[in-house]
């Protein structure tokens, strides 16, 4: 679904009471430097917002129209009902089950009355929202869109408003939630004489039925596919979206104080890239990093103090309910008496041939959350009972808020208390360090205050199974206005969410890590345990990319003592791979390869250096096994050993499954019709729009174990290549703390300028394919000896 904030066009949807208000005054400086980095400087919240909206509406225009043809609703409108939109992070799904979606919330004033309540935004936030959308309503009107992604279209008009922009915060809140359902909220009807509501259970799934007592649950979790019921949440073990981070504290910092390695893996293209900024109020506020298009606040960055990255939680934001009906329909009973899901019709206007039509759809409602329809997820409605989702993250509109707080905070401790009293961090954990030596992990984003004994006390049968299988406790829909409620903690933003308490931190003066996994593991000196389950899980398997991340900084302490500002950043480029460094450890992978009789390439596999550099020879052979073997036990002699968890699993098993996976390997190498001997960077090259196929280092994460995670997912650019890259690694930046100040290096992947013909399209992508940083300025001085253009806006 269009999960997105913001900008530009046509269309209805905007909010009038917004546009009758008198308008403010905005003033504000836009000093740009090389690259295209802008540096804002303003005199309050409002111009802050308004220079921020300006130049990003200059450097993502067309990335920034399709948003809002999704916070307003009207995808199908102009670009067609059956049309699938995909943001490359949330599920697939059509413009017109998104624009059902997104039409309710309008229709129910989601927005508009969250703006008004306790969970809605500061003054300062609606402020610099509100200038946000004045900013991008000036750039139109005094430029010409030349980009030719959507130069000339139709909704493209400066008619942009606050409201807009709310929406679109409020749907990229929704990613690892609702988004996931889109399709399946749309699809919801009850059972009728054509459609019985009957068990469609995928045969992917592997269940001829569902169980129907909770003895039944483990033989049925047994046969369930979970690898597909993790994929359909939005959780593909092998194609999650993710990041790295590593804080290095001052005990193991050659400068005494804090460092941060930050690289989310987040998509080239669309609505989840990111823009750099730098945001100054004098003597109130500075704050760079990058933020998402459509976010007028930095999301990750630094200021004098500290810095700041994130990485995509394990943690649920959502649980399904279970409601039992009284015979086939909407009926069920409840401690108060029988209720009805409730029926909302949403007219949406589609683009026809002859010029448009209103179509009307229907959507289903609970007090907690829209109803699906969803064999695949175990969750059909169906003649006994029916499901819906309650959404923590679809209850605030904090978010803007948390990043505004965390951007002024003096220490790593400060950054937690005020990313808690924002109470908006919707799906990540945070790592940071700052210039006292201090290095923070901590998972305290929007997460449902289900205990394990809530759950243990309120999971229907069906909801036990997806509890054993993906860790998702599916709740009695029945009492969910009584005893199996989302419960309050004091120290919490709001009711419903987990607080302080329940969620886990740790400060260290060594380092701590996160790479997607759960919270367990931020250092192996320091397990968190004992959280709610529905933060992820303990004591459980790491990823090989987990493993990488953190023994990049264990190696270097253990030859060097301490990391440096240059080696920290030089982790980013090492490219190696620990799912290599484990296989070649006994010879095993070779001798696999030697089975399969292929002499000349493992020939090659045998000269490889491990890694994923560009210039390294052998990694495409190892990167097509590695996407081909065979998981768990079948792959490892050394099972996965919670004592020992970054050393396991281990052992490469010479089996038919393994030598079958290189020999399948080797053929799809082959069939590249490159020679066999060629250098990576030969296939694998950028794909971003306007990119020229420039050779990448960097490779397959999870699977193989590359830190620098990139991948291809349906380019559109240099399709010609094996791997033109769409995804991984995107704002990278390497932050140290010392006696002359901050010092940042970044680097943004796919550069800062969507339009292919800006000189700052592609800049960084070339910089990234050497291996290089963009020393990014800070002070006054440095921004002055880089400057490009200064605007000024009023």
Known sequence: MSLAPLVLLAGALSAPAEAAEPKPGYDAKVRITEHGIPHITARDWGSLGYGSGWATAGEATCTLADILLSARGVRSRWLGADKIYDDGVSKPTTNLDSDVLVGDLHNRQVVERLLESPAGPSTRAKQMVRGYAAGVNE??????????????????RPDVTGTDVWYGVYLANLIASAGQFVGEMNAASPPSLTDPGLPDLPGALGLPSLPTTA??????AAKVDKQNLLASFGRDPERSFGSNATAIGGDASSTGAGMLLGNPHFPWQGRYRFTQQHLTIPGEYDVAGASLIGSPAVNIGWNDDVAWSHTVSTAYRFTPYEYTTLGPGTRYLTSDGVERAERREVEVEVKTASGTTTVTEDLYRTPEGYVIDSPSQLMAWGSQSFWAIRDANAEHLRTIDTFLGMGSASSVGDLLERQDAGGGMPWVNTIAADRHG??????????PHVTDRLAARCMTVVGRLLNVVAGLPGLDGNRAGSSCAWGADADAQRPGILGDEHLPDVVRRDWVMNANDSHWLPNPEAPLEGYPAILGCERCERTMRTQMVARYVIDQLAAHGVETPASLADHEYDNRQRTAEVMRADGALDRVCRLTGEKQACAVLAGWDGRSDATSVGTAIFTEFVERAPAGLRLWRVPFDPDDPLDTPRG??????????????????????????????????AADRGAPPLPLGGG???????????????????TGYARPITYGSSHIQAVSFGPDGVEPRTILTYGQYEDPASPWSSDQTRLFSEEKWVDFPWTDEEIEADLVETVRLR
Request: with cysteine; aromatic share 6%.
């Open 139 to 156: 750039w139109l009107r005094t430029h010409e869109v030349t980009d030719p992604a959507c130069a000339g279209a139709p909704y493209l």
């Open 215 to 220: 003895a039944e649950v483990p033989a049925a």
């Open 438 to 447: 201090d290095a923070l992990y901590a998972d305290h984003s929007v997460v």
């Open 652 to 685: 490469l098993r010479t089996t038919p499954g393994t030598i079958k996976a290189m020999k399948g390997a080797i053929a799809a190498v082959k069939a590249t019709g490159l020679p066999i001997d060629s250098p990576w960077g030969a296939y694998q090259v």
């Open 700 to 718: 397959e994460g999870n699977l193989a174990g590359n830190a620098n995670a990139l991948a291809s997912h349906s380019p559109v650019q240099n």
